[in-house]
C-alpha cells in the first residue's frame, strides 16, 4: 500500500511543472471554441473563422504572458506529445473501403500530385532563400491536410531559430488558402467543364482542409461532396509516408551538409503516423461488423472528439509560444512559398483531369 501511494506521488509530481502551461493552452482553446459560432454570427453568418486559428491567434497575442518560465514546460508537452496522439487518433476517419472504390487511376493521379508538391515546397524553399524545414512545413501542409499535415511534419523537422513563427504562418496560410479555395474552385470546375464526378475529385485533391473540402463539394452537388470526401481522406491516409519521407530527407540533407555520411544519419520513425495507419486499419475492420454497429460508431465519434480538442489544445500553445514580432519579420516570401505550392497541386490535378477525361 505505502509503495502504491509513494508510485503514485511521484506521477503526480511529474506532472506538476507541466499543469500551469496544460491549463493555459487548455483555457485558450475554450475560449477559441467559444469565440468561434461568436464571430460567424458577428458577420452574419456569412464567413467564419475556424477555432484553430482564432486559438492561434489568441494565443500570440498572450505571448508576453506565456513566455514566463512556469509555462514552457506545459505547453511543450502539448506541442509535441499531445500533438501526436491527437494526429494519431485521426486515423479513425479513414476506411480502406472509400479509398479502394477511387479506382487506380484516381488515386496515381493524386500521389503524383502531391509528390510534386511536396518538392515543389523545397525548390520554391531554395529559390526564396527561406529554411529548408519552411519548404518542408508548406509542401506537406499543402499536399496532404493543412494544418493538420504541418503540425505533423514539424515534428520531423529539426529546430531552428524560425520554426514556431514558420509552422504557426503555415496554419494561418493554409486556412486562408483553402478558403479561398472553397468558393474559387468549383466555379474553375464549371469553367473547364468538369462533370459532378470530376469536381469532386478536383476539390478533394487541391483544397487543403477537410473542413473546406466538404463546404467545396457541396456547393456543387451529392455526388461532387462524396467524391471529394473519399478523395481527401485518401490524402489524409497518405500522411504517414509523406511525413516519413520528408523526414528521411530532412536528415540526411542536414547529414551531407554537415559533412557525416548520411547513410549513418538517424532517421526519426514517427510512431504517431504508425498508429495513425494502424488506426485506418482498425476503422476500416470494426466499421464493417453488423455486431458493433450500435457500439463502435459513439466511441469512434468519441476519440474523434478528443482528437479535435487536442489538435485544439496544441495549436493553442503554438500560439503562445509565438511571438507576434516573429510572425511579422517572416516577409513576403513565405506567401509566395505557399501559393506556389498551392498552385502547383492545383494545376497537375486540373490538368490530369482534362488529359484522362
Not at 514552457?72 to 506541442?79: I, L, N
Not at 499536399?143 to 514539424?154: I, K, N, P
Not at 490535378?349 to 477525361?357: D, F, N, Q, R
Amino acid at each position: 500500500m505505502q509503495a502504491l501511494s509513494i508510485a503514485t506521488t511521484t506521477r503526480l509530481s511529474a506532472w506538476r511543472p507541466l499543469l500551469d502551461g496544460i491549463a493555459l493552452s487548455a483555457a485558450v482553446a475554450v475560449a477559441a471554441y467559444i469565440a468561434e459560432p461568436l464571430v460567424k454570427s458577428a458577420a452574419g453568418g456569412r464567413f467564419g473563422i475556424p477555432a484553430v486559428v482564432i486559438a492561434l491567434i489568441i494565443g500570440m497575442l498572450l505571448h508576453p504572458v506565456a513566455n514566463a518560465p512556469r509555462f514552457q514546460a506545459g505547453m511543450t508537452f502539448c506541442v509535441k506529445k499531445m500533438l501526436r496522439w491527437a494526429i494519431a487518433l485521426l486515423g479513425l476517419r479513414v476506411a480502406l473501403g472509400d479509398i479502394i472504390a477511387l479506382g487506380a487511376t484516381t488515386a496515381l493521379l493524386v500521389i503524383v500530385a502531391m509528390a510534386a508538391t511536396i518538392l515543389s515546397g523545397f525548390l520554391l524553399a531554395r529559390w526564396l532563400g527561406r529554411e529548408t524545414g519552411m519548404g518542408a512545413l508548406g509542401g506537406v501542409a499543402t499536399a496532404v491536410c493543412g494544418a493538420s499535415a504541418a503540425l505533423a511534419t514539424a515534428t520531423v523537422v529539426p529546430d531552428y531559430r524560425s520554426k514556431a513563427a514558420d509552422v504557426a504562418f503555415t496554419v494561418i496560410a493554409m486556412n486562408a488558402l483553402s478558403t479561398l479555395a472553397m468558393l474559387a474552385y468549383p466555379l474553375i470546375c464549371v469553367w473547364l467543364g468538369f462533370t459532378p464526378a470530376q469536381t469532386g475529385i478536383m476539390l478533394g485533391a487541391t483544397i487543403h482542409d477537410v473542413a473546406q473540402v466538404v463546404g467545396a463539394g457541396q456547393s456543387v452537388s451529392v455526388e461532387a461532396a462524396n467524391a471529394a470526401i473519399i478523395v481527401k481522406l485518401f490524402r489524409v491516409f497518405l500522411l504517414l509516408p509523406a511525413v516519413l519521407i520528408v523526414g528521411w530527407w530532412l536528415v540526411h540533407d542536414d547529414a551531407k551538409r554537415a559533412g557525416h555520411v548520411a547513410e549513418k544519419a538517424k532517421v526519426p520513425v514517427p510512431v504517431f503516423a504508425i498508429m495513425f495507419l494502424v488506426l485506418c486499419l482498425v476503422n476500416s475492420v470494426l466499421a464493417m461488423q453488423p455486431a458493433l454497429a450500435d457500439i463502435y460508431p459513439p466511441v469512434r465519434a468519441l476519440l474523434l472528439s478528443i482528437s479535435t480538442w487536442g489538435l485544439l489544445i496544441a495549436i493553442a500553445a503554438l500560439g503562445l509560444g509565438t511571438s507576434l514580432g516573429a510572425m511579422a519579420r517572416l516577409g513576403w516570401r513565405h506567401m509566395v512559398l505557399v501559393t506556389g505550392t498551392s498552385l502547383v497541386i492545383l494545376v497537375i490535378v486540373a490538368g490530369g483531369l482534362i488529359v484522362l477525361g
